[in-house]
């Protein structure tokens, strides 16, 4: 697929100007100045491309539940901030991305930091650039230090056009 980079991915190629070693601050910089909840979680931000974003957050004191865990709330964030910058990385400049659905099962207790990966296929990203609406569902795996699944996450994501309604 070559579609044109929209505004998120030409937004994220100016790092490039940036030096190596400042790179992976100054992109969890940015995009948590665009979505502050996620800078409040501490996610990090550890790879953004159109077909995958793979974000992390640490076992902290901020994000843990009474276990000592993290908190059940902040899996949801991490998995949905994935999920949402892939499909952020793949709409069109004039259609808004609209998180519509999600199903979390807690199947493992977590160990440690988190990390999720979300992907979408290279029909999921033709499909958010033909048309100015509709939803896909997108895939997401979270993975604890262990390297066990401790959740199975789903998460349908919509898009409209970002103009003013219509009636």
Do not use: Y
Not at 70 to 76: G, L, P, R
């Amino acid at each position: 697929m070559d579609a044109q980079p929209n505004r998120m991915q030409r937004q994220l190629e100016r790092l490039s100007e940036v030096p190596g070693f400042l790179r992976p601050w100054v992109r969890n910089l940015v995009l948590r100045r665009a979505v502050p909840f996620t800078g409040t979680a501490g996610l990090d931000f550890v790879e953004m491309s159109p077909q995958r974003v793979e974000v992390a957050i640490a076992n902290e004191r901020p994000v843990q539940n009474h276990l000592q865990g993290v908190h059940a709330s902040a899996m949801n964030l991490l998995a949905e901030t994935a999920t949402g910058m892939v499909v952020g990385m793949n709409v069109r400049d004039d259609c808004v991305p609209l998180a519509k659905e999600l199903k979390m099962a807690f199947r493992k207790r977590a160990t440690g930091a988190l990390r999720a990966v979300a992907v979408l296929t290279p029909e999921q990203r033709a499909t958010l650039q033909a048309s100015d609406k509709g939803e896909l569902n997108v895939s997401v795996v979270v993975t604890d230090e262990a390297g066990v699944n401790p959740v199975e996450c789903e998460f349908i994501w919509a898009w409209i056009p970002s103009g003013p309604r219509t009636r």
